[in-house]
């Protein structure tokens, strides 16, 4: 380990700063149904998400193999430089997203700053095309569509089983249930994510000739990638859990619980036989297939569509910055040096728009998901007849009374639900 | 180029299988559940029912566990 340079210590530093945005880019994932259903409260929601990130880092390695030795030729003179500037890519890629509500994939913005890169750097013998599209582009095409078709018969189902079920009953059950999946997506997306970054910094070790070609992650590389993405859970990407939770339909318990087990299950069932598929996209297409399985839930198909076109340009769009990353790489330190400014520039102007249009755990459940314009309701003018509306109390046949009832708390609540 | 065909249909299969299970066993638990609390309100018990919906919870956590253990394999 003594052999570790300056610039080495910036590549890894910079993977975990993707794997922080990965992590709360992804937040939407795991906990958006179970947020949008208030199945759990959103910060305890995102802490539990976050632990169990972390957990997940610990239980298998197998998917960091795939990205040190996959996609990526080790062998074909890749240095540290380039995986910087695939991480620029990414992280780039991965803000703009963010600010714009979009659950795309941060592996897709991975693999495509990676490949980005490579391509700018040493040229198309860098990179495995067989491997790119079997493991990176047929996943990503299949799983949304395999997540949609098992949350959509799930959904089915569950309404069908449990038509009958008592009320108290079933909405505990739900509750249960729906805490219970997210946390194995949660579990899932720790063992698949983390991994990544896992598989980037041994990369980084690999050519910076501090490890030797084809090993396993060393633990500190395993606990600083499982915690910089727990980080990032925690602080929860509440813009994108709004879009996944609120967005594309209206989830109700049944729907939630179904398209969690569903992507779970996928999820699982694709990582065992060597898939490294988003995780995002096989969410995403669980809750629209959770939406088409209830009779009557509308499928907002025009946000569907934004996303899924968010999801095609994601590698090229991730791809492109991180090769002009490469170039300037290449110049020398000071095109490194530049690079990481351009980086932290990004990073400082998303993080300066996000507050000036604040999404957070206050108002995750607002009912204007990002980017989407839902007609306003209409606030009546007269005040005295909206306040006994908001506050739930009396209709407009008593309207003397209900003049005279509100005092101090009712305009109160009124103001708040008006700011909401 | 070769694409895995025969590991993407297993994976639809699985997936499509697996989840009806699970949420299926799962649903099955709440209506066992259900039958006893409406027993409970007519003031009589339903033992059988929330013995087996118990037994639908377990089988679906026990499933659960096996696909933990083998992503931790």
Redesign the interface.
Known sequence: MEHITLLIGVVIATALVFDFTNGFHDTANAMATTIATKAMAPRVAVAMSAVLNLAGAF??IEVAKTISGGIIDEGSGIRPQVIFAGLIGAIVWNLVTWLAGLPSSSSHALFGGLIGATLAAVGTHGVH??AV??KVL?PAV??PL??G???A??TR??YR??R???E???RR??RA?QI?SAA?VS??HG?NDAQKTMGVITLTLVTGGVLAPGSTPPVWVILSAGTAMALGTYLGGWRIIRTLGRGLTDVTPQQG??AQ??A???I????????ALSTTHVCSGAVVGSGLGRKGAVVRWGLAGRIALSWLVTLPAAALVAAGAALLADRGPWGVVADGLVGLVVCAGAWALARRRRVDHRNVNADEPAGVRVAPVALPVAVPLTVPVTAGAVRTGTLAATIAAPATAAPKQAEKEAAL | ?S??WG??A???V???V???G???L??????G??R???AVARGTSAPAARVGGWACFALA?AA?GY??S????
């Open positions: 239980l298998s095309g067989d599209v079997m047929i299949a799983s395999v997540a078709l098992a949350a018969a799930a189902l569950t089983v449990g009958n079920a008592g108290h009953t079933a059950g739900y249930g219970a194995l579990l899932a063992t619980f179904a087990t569903a779970a299950t996928v699982l069932a694709s990582s065992h036989l060597g898939f | 180029m694409v895995d590991s993407l297993t994976v639809l699985v997936g499509v697996v989840t009806l699970l949420v299926g799962f649903t099955l638990g709440i209506a559940l259900s006893q609390e409406a956590a659960v696909g933990i083998l992503i931790a394999g």
